[in-house]
């Protein structure tokens, strides 16, 4: 692709590729609570954030099945424009009142052997599809000083024995051109190993989106899994989520990743090829300063 190519592309597609199409709700819209029965063992979905996981101590432990001795790499997709400083704590919601979600993950190497001290750092848009904090570009938060002023859904912790770490969260919010999406790095003994991006089955992204106090007041989101312009479709299953509503109405939602036990081993990647010819045309998604005037100053 050409440079001149880059230019021609439509701005949202460009925008909508590097997850910069956010959607402006202001923060006071997030203060409603309510729930729906979804049929699940006659469980509503809880509200209220996290204070809400009143059955956290319970919790079941998804990863009792043995992984075996050979594990497949998880592979990178891009950090994008919108991480930023971020807080070591298990409980990242600071208060919101969305759907309340435990994210549970477990990193291992290639011989699927648990990786302890590895730190695990995620971020994801708040229920309104706006990213939190003032050190990322304006797009990310546009015109609203309440999230610029705030670290939400913004964390690290760090792997125990056994290589798990834990999160408390809200589900994520859409904004258009993009899927519900969660970003994450994993670094080990201090190196990043990989950056990536993990989702949501769609049938549980229109559940939450199409009933749910605070999500479904915004209309259905634009952008399905299968429509995302980030990851390359044939490895989305790779990136998908498992989940389970929990008997307090929690979402438990957890995933093996998989990380290079040297820093010497050959980084996979799952880039869509969108997004490989947005960054062969000398845009880094990750750096705004490459982004094409007419973005910057729409």
Partial sequence: ????????????????????????VPLSQLLACGGQDLGTGGTSWATGGTAAMTGAGSYPNPFTSNPGTACTLTCEQIQGPCYG?????????????????????????????????????IW???????YSGDDQHP????????????????????????????????????????????????????????????????????DIIGTQPLYNTRGQRDT?????????????????????KMQDGALLA?????????????????HSQYMKDLMDSGVDPNDASTFPPDILNP
């Avoid at 990380?259 to 799952?270: D, H, I, K, Q, Y």
Wanted: charged share 20%; net charge negative.
């Fill in 139 to 206: 797009f990310c938060n546009p015109d609203d000083p309440e999230s610029r002023a705030a670290r939400w859904f913004r964390g690290v912790q760090t792997t125990d024995a056994d290589g798990r770490v834990e999160f408390d969260t809200c589900f994520p919010g859409w904004y258009s051109g993009r899927a519900i999406h969660i970003h994450f790095t994993i670094k080990v003994a201090g190196n990043e190993s990989v950056t990536s991006q993990l989702y949501f089955e769609d049938s549980l992204n229109d």
């Fill in 124 to 130: 994801h848009a708040g229920p309104a599809g706006i």
């Fill in 1 to 24: 692709m050409s440079m001149t190519t880059k230019y021609d592309m439509t701005r949202r597609q460009i925008l909508g590729g590097f997850g910069l199409t956010l959607a402006a």
């Fill in 85 to 121: 400083a971020t807080l070591v704590r298990k409980d990242i919601s600071e208060g919101h009142a969305g759907l309340p979600v435990r994210l549970a993950f477990r990193v291992l190497d290639e011989s699927c052997t648990p990786i302890p001290g590895a730190t695990v750092d």
């Fill in 254 to 270: 957890w995933k093996t990743l998989i990380v290079r036990s040297s820093t010497g081993t050959p980084l996979c990647e799952a």
């Fill in 224 to 244: 399905l899994n299968t429509a995302d312009m980030v990851v390359a479709q044939e490895q989305l299953a790779d990136f998908i989520l498992q989940t389970q």
